[in-house]
């Protein structure tokens, strides 16, 4: 009887009855049209008070357990690792337990993870998906993080395609890059690999350079791929012009390799990534980035998929995020 003892206490500090703090306990509060401030009021007084809901309790009460699924591609990476940290800050703060998992970008392991999650009856799942068609059986809501598929599901993604297209194009007006270009690229499956070549294309073609002539090295979003095909780009003699590197795994690929045989970049070579890193503010080599907004990206998928459980009839929708350009070639 402790808890509703509890209640009845946080009742009379909020002003309210005990059965309207139950209602925002038990995320009924919309439903039953109890105000904004009241709620708000409510769980100021939870908040700064020892109050700890029963859990299991409350599951069986309403059918959710205040849980979410994060699978991520490569937890090893700056980007994924910071995209699981901020998501799983903010849905602490929001009343519900993150479980983040990696898929390890393999297809398979993704479906096993879905499946595992859906075990462990989590109320909704983020995904950067490995898929180009979704086949998974999770019956819950589903928001697709980094990349998007087939499914009618909403995506929380950066602007690949624009941010792309913003950082060639300032390059090429600095006469940094011109039709003597590479392009390093990740699985061509996904979505976002798409996006930044279609960026990339459209940028080269309106200043006149026609995308068909570029070399491209497609592979899969790893620092051994960017390393492979570092290797092939300077074994055909390519020694002045420009390389884009599609991810930060491939441009630390890349990196590694001049590392690996000892040489220093060229001069003539600009090299140029979507995704920032911290450590290349220390290169003696500038690397022109896009940098994504990490924060806004996991906030915004959290938000939504916890929109989707309160909200059983919610839209699907494509949330946008917005990127930043790192010049670095002549200083920011």
């Given at each position: ?5 509890t209640?009845?206490q946080i009742?009379?500090?909020a002003?309210?009855s005990?059965t309207?703090v139950?209602?925002?306990i038990?995320?009924k509060a ?6 904004k401030?009241?709620q708000?009021?409510v769980?100021s007084?939870i ?6 809901p029963n ?6 009460r309403t ?13 090893s990476?700056h980007y994924?690792s910071?995209?699981?940290?901020t998501a ?6 929001q009343g519900y337990q993150l479980?983040?998992?990696d898929s390890?970008?393999?297809p398979d ?13 989590v ?14 059986g999770?019956?819950g809501p ?5 990349r998007?598929?087939?499914?009618q599901?909403?995506?929380v ?12 194009s300032?390059?090429i007006k600095?006469?940094l890059?011109?039709d003597n270009v590479?392009y ?8 976002t690999?798409?996006e ?7 940028a ?7 995308p068909r002539?570029?070399v ?8 051994e ?11 055909s003699g390519f020694?002045?012009?420009?390389i ?5 795994m ?5 990196l ?5 045989q000892g040489?220093s ?20 080599v500038?690397?022109?980035?896009v940098?994504?907004?990490?924060h806004g ?8 998929v916890?929109q989707?459980i309160q909200d059983e ?10 990127a930043?350009l790192?010049?670095?070639?002549g200083?920011?």
């Open positions: 009887m402790a808890k509703s003892e209640i009845v009742a009379e500090a002003g309210v005990a309207t139950s209602m925002v038990n995320g919309d439903k039953y049209r109890i105000s401030k009241t708000e009021k769980q007084v908040a700064n008070s020892s109050f700890q859990q299991h309790a409350r599951s069986l059918n959710k357990t205040m849980t979410l699924g994060l699978i991520v591609a490569d937890l990476t994924f910071n995209i699981a940290k799983e800050r903010h849905a602490r703060k479980l983040i998992v390890d970008n393999n392991n993704e479906r096993t993870l879905v499946e595992q999650l859906h075990l462990r009856g109320d909704g799942i983020i995904v950067a998906t490995t898929q180009s068609r979704w086949s998974n999770f019956d589903v928001v697709f993080l980094d998007g598929t087939n499914a599901q909403s995506v993604a950066t602007n690949n395609r624009d941010a792309t297209y913003d950082l060639v300032a390059l600095a006469e890059i011109d590479r390093i690229g990740g699985d061509t499956n996904i979505t690999a798409q930044r070549w279609q960026g990339f294309a459209d080269l073609k309106d200043n006149g350079i026609n002539t570029i491209r090295y497609d592979g899969s979003f790893s620092s791929w960017g390393s492979e095909a570092m290797q092939a780009i300077h074994d020694k002045n012009g420009a884009f590197m599609g991810a930060q491939l441009t630390e690929g890349v590694s390799w001049w590392q690996d040489l970049i060229p001069e003539g070579i600009t090299l140029c990534a979507f995704d920032d890193h911290p450590f290349l503010n220390y290169l003696n500038p690397v022109s980035t940098e994504q907004d990490i990206l996991a906030t915004a998928a959290v938000d939504q916890i989707h009839n919610k839209k699907s929708e494509q949330h946008i995020v917005p930043r790192h010049i670095r070639h200083g920011e």
